[in-house]
Structures are given as C-alpha cells and as structure tokens.
C-alpha cells in the first residue's frame, strides 16, 4: 500500500474528473505519489507520470511497481515541452500538473510550448488542470 498523500496533493486528485477508463498525463510527476492515487481509481484506464528528472522517474517507478504491473500506471522521463505520444500511444484525455513552472506562468515561452505539445497528445475534448485554484484551476489547451 502506498503511503498517505499528503493533505494537498490529496485535494487535487480529489477534484480530477476522473473515470475508471480515463487516460491521464501527469506533467511533473517527481517521486508519483499523485499518479498513484489516480492509478488506484482507473480500472480500465492508464495514467502516464512524466519528469525531467530521472531521479523522480526512478523513485516513482520504484514506488508503483504494483500499479505498472497492473497496466494503470507507466512512467517516461520527458520534460512536458519535449512530450510526444509514441508509436501505438493513444491519445490523453486528462493531464494535469502540480507545480510545473511552465504552466503557471513563471516561465511563459515555456509553457506555450508545453501547451503545444498537450495539444497534439490529447483528445478534442480532454481538460488540463493544474494547482492554484481551489485546490485545481483549469486551463484552455489550445487547438489550431
């Protein structure tokens, strides 16, 4: 069993709008404590956690053995303004981020990119959210 969420982190995933099916992207997974807890609520669904850094990929890989063994879960290193979905990859229809500066607005050439790039790996209609709201705020994902 995973340990506890924090209070924070617990509130964000609690606001998703998750399905059993839904294909998530985290952006900015660090060590999965949150992908985990959205694994654990997909039943046909997928979560992939991406991270530039690959000591969090390591610590969230090493931390959702049970989840990737279970299908729900997958991890890539990939920083969010370099994502692309991969051959075979279907489409994500709910990405989120907790304390990605590109998307909160610290570093905006970046995040416009980034915001390209979920563009292109995610299905007409998916939602993206990210931390600062009350606990989530949601943001446009432009389409050409």
């Known amino acids: 069993m995973s340990p506890p969420l924090s209070p924070r982190l617990a509130a964000v995933v609690n606001a998703l709008p998750l ?19 959205v694994a654990e609520r997909l039943t046909s669904g997928h979560i992939l956690a991406i991270d530039r850094s690959a000591a969090a ?11 990737i063994a279970a299908g729900r879960m997958s991890v890539r290193q990939v920083a969010g303004e370099d994502f692309a979905l991969q051959a075979q990859e279907e489409p994500y229809d709910l990405v989120f981020a907790v304390r990605v500066g590109a998307l909160d607005g ?9 915001l390209r790039r ?27």
């Open 19 to 37: 399905r059993p099916d839904s294909r998530v992207l985290e952006i900015g997974c660090g060590p999965g404590a949150a992908a985990r807890a």
């Open 57 to 67: 990929i390591a610590q969230a890989e090493a931390g959702a053995a049970e989840e």
């Open 106 to 114: 610290r570093h905006p050439e970046t995040g416009q990119r980034m």
């Open 118 to 144: 979920i563009a292109a790996a995610t299905t007409p209609n998916a939602r993206l959210f990210i931390d600062g709201g009350d606990p989530l705020r949601e943001l446009v994902i432009p389409r050409p």
